[in-house]
């Protein structure tokens, strides 16, 4: 079993960054395919990025494509999302999860654990 804790969320302007961070309990982090997901207020949870178990390959929402980076390192046992050029319609709460199944997957139903979330607002 894994269990993943989310941190760095906060306010921010609209145009500012932040990086989000989810740590794994449990020495078996690099065999899963890592994702984040969000979810804003009366919206379902959407995919935003995954992440291989090397981290060799990633994969983004056309949302966030070119804004946000995902990364990971397994030694720390921890995966990250760097969102540049923040706008107000990326504020949701943010979640990471772990999947046991091939790297890439955008659903929900994929994914085999999850974290408790982390707020981020981005004012206008």
């Known amino acids: 079993q894994v269990q993943l804790v989310e941190s760095g969320g906060g306010l921010v302007q609209a145009g500012g960054s932040l990086r989000l961070s989810c740590a794994a309990s449990?020495?078996?982090?690099?065999?899963?395919?890592m994702g984040w997901f969000r979810q804003a207020p009366g919206k379902e949870r959407e995919f935003v990025a995954a992440?291989?178990?090397?981290?060799?390959?990633?994969y983004y929402a056309d949302s966030v494509n070119g804004r946000f980076t995902i990364s990971r390192d397994n030694a720390k046992n921890t995966v990250y999302l760097q969102m540049k050029s923040l706008k107000p319609e990326d504020t949701a709460v943010y979640y990471c999860?772990?999947?046991?199944?091939?790297?890439?997957?955008?659903?929900?139903?994929?994914?085999?654990?999850w974290g408790q979330g982390t707020q981020v607002t981005v004012s206008s």
């Open positions: 992440i291989s178990r090397t981290g060799g390959r990633r």
């Open positions: 449990g020495r078996t982090f690099s065999s899963y395919a």
């Open positions: 999860a772990a999947d046991s199944g091939p790297p890439g997957n955008m659903r929900v139903s994929e994914y085999d654990y």
